[in-house]
């Protein structure tokens, strides 16, 4: 069966956004009515995600098209079209203009009000004035030298495979290592291979992905499985424990890396689930000119799971505010003790 890497496959997306936008029907009406349509048929034809949103397309058109009407203003239908996609509340699902970008607010409140990380706390008690950067990874080690900490912002900082060597030889007489996911947004797909590299990996499948195979909704492709890179990047893989965190501000590229750590056994999530966000994007532009981009590719979970939704820690550890307010972070306490104690005891999904 085919392999597809992930790096490649963003590639691949990019590249039907491309064909997308230079195909697209110049010909096509630019009335408020004909945008609306187009926007409205282009999702019901190409989005993945009808079942697990629990949206009822049809019945959105219904209650949005009603609001169209000959002669709106572009500010006016921009808002209607925006309304009608944010139904989604799918991150990955946005409508832009030269004047305006729909976010969903449900989703950036999730995300942003949900957070379960105190920025502020690991600088001053964390990372502090002894912390040290190596590429996009801020680090520093805890317990007198026992647990490292590693906080990776974004997956839009680059790592190398030098930074990884790097890191884990600094920390190689470390127990285990802490990776903190929490509220990275994403990035590329590239750096989450990189950052998979230092662990056991012999091309196992780390999830499965398919896209749409026809109009209606139920129809995908075959799943097809995506694997690990060929081998470490290591001499000898990191295989003692690593605590990933995340909360609901850790989506795309980060619920893609949350998801593929199923496929080793020395790694567990803790805290909250992940903002989601595992649908690659693909994108075109209506007939006014405004840009669209949506969903087109499924993820599935070595156990089965479609977590489009958020990733599920096996930990769930919420921020303790009387933890906070004593200097201390208690999902990364709760990850060290797991690391230099082995509790909690969870089994793997």
Same mark, same amino acid.
């Given at each position: 069966?085919?392999?597809?890497?992930?790096?490649?496959?963003?590639?691949?997306?990019?590249?039907?956004?491309?064909?997308?936008?230079?195909?697209?029907?110049?010909?096509?009406?630019?009335?408020?009515?004909?945008?609306?349509?187009?926007?409205?048929?282009?999702?019901?034809?190409?989005?993945?995600?009808?079942?697990?949103?629990?949206?009822?397309?049809?019945?959105?058109?219904?209650?949005?098209?009603?609001?169209?009407?000959?002669?709106?203003?572009?500010?006016?239908?921009?808002?209607?079209?925006?309304?009608?996609?944010?139904?989604?509340?799918?991150?990955?699902?946005?409508?832009?203009?030269?004047?305006?970008?729909?976010?969903?607010?449900?989703?950036?409140?999730?995300?942003?009000?949900?957070?379960?990380?105190?920025?502020?706390?690991?600088?001053?008690?964390?990372?502090?004035?002894?912390?040290?950067?190596?590429?996009?990874?801020?680090?520093?080690?805890?317990?007198?030298?026992?647990?490292?900490?590693?906080?990776?912002?974004?997956?839009?900082?680059?790592?190398?495979?030098?930074?990884?060597?790097?890191?884990?030889?600094?920390?190689?007489?470390? #127990?285990?290592?802490? @990776?903190?996911?929490?509220?990275? =947004? $994403? %990035?590329? +797909?590239?750096?989450?291979?990189? /950052? !998979?590299?230092?662990?056991?990996?012999?091309?196992?499948?780390?999830?499965?992905?398919?896209?749409?195979?026809?109009?209606?909704?139920?129809?995908?492709?075959?799943?097809?499985?995506?694997?690990?890179?060929?081998?470490?990047?290591?001499?000898?893989?990191?295989?003692?424990?690593?605590?990933?965190?995340?909360?609901?501000?850790?989506?795309?590229?980060?619920?893609?890396?949350?998801?593929?750590?199923?496929?080793? #056994?020395?790694?567990? @999530?803790?805290?909250?689930?992940? =903002? $989601? %966000?595992? +649908?690659?994007?693909?994108?075109? /532009? !209506?007939?006014?000119?405004?840009?669209?981009?949506?969903?087109?590719?499924?993820?599935?979970?070595?156990?089965?799971?479609?977590?489009?939704?958020?990733?599920?820690?096996?930990?769930?550890?919420?921020?303790?505010?009387?933890?906070?307010?004593?200097?201390?972070?208690?999902?990364?306490?709760?990850?060290?003790?797991?690391?230099?104690?082995?509790?909690?005891?969870?089994?793997?999904?």
């Amino acid at each position: 069966m085919k392999k597809i890497n992930i790096f490649i496959f963003s590639i691949i997306v990019l590249l039907f956004t491309s064909c997308e936008k230079a195909f697209m029907n110049k010909n096509e009406s630019s009335d408020p009515l004909s945008v609306f349509d187009y926007l409205w048929d282009r999702i019901d034809q190409q989005y993945v995600y009808f079942d697990v949103k629990g949206v009822d397309w049809d019945s959105v058109r219904t209650v949005y098209r009603a609001k169209v009407y000959e002669g709106m203003s572009d500010d006016s239908l921009f808002r209607v079209c925006a309304a009608m996609i944010n139904t989604l509340c799918d991150g990955h699902t946005n409508l832009k203009s030269d004047f305006d970008r729909s976010t969903c607010e449900l989703v950036y409140y999730t995300m942003t009000a949900e957070s379960n990380y105190n920025d502020n706390l690991i600088k001053l008690h964390y990372l502090g004035a002894n912390g040290h950067k190596t590429g996009g990874i801020s680090h520093a080690s805890l317990r007198g030298g026992k647990v490292a900490y590693l906080r990776y912002y974004s997956f839009m900082d680059e790592i190398t495979p030098e930074n990884l060597i790097y890191l884990t030889d600094l920390y190689k007489d470390c #127990d285990g290592m802490i @990776l903190d996911l929490r509220q990275n =947004g $994403g %990035g590329s +797909g590239y750096y989450v291979t990189q /950052l !998979l590299s230092i662990f056991d990996c012999h091309q196992q499948p780390i999830y499965s992905t398919q896209t749409k195979a026809g109009p209606k909704h139920g129809e995908f492709t075959t799943l097809r499985p995506v694997h690990a890179p060929a081998k470490s990047i290591l001499e000898k893989p990191y295989t003692k424990p690593v605590a990933v965190l995340i909360d609901r501000g850790s989506f795309s590229a980060t619920s893609f890396f949350s998801v593929a750590t199923q496929a080793f #056994d020395n790694v567990k @999530l803790f805290g909250d689930k992940s =903002g $989601g %966000g595992l +649908g690659a994007p693909n994108g075109g /532009l !209506l007939p006014n000119g405004w840009a669209y981009r949506f969903s087109i590719t499924r993820t599935i979970a070595l156990d089965g799971g479609n977590y489009e939704n958020g990733v599920p820690p096996e930990v769930r550890v919420l921020l303790d505010p009387a933890a906070v307010a004593q200097g201390k972070d208690n999902i990364i306490e709760t990850a060290a003790d797991w690391i230099e104690n082995g509790t909690p005891v969870i089994a793997k999904r």
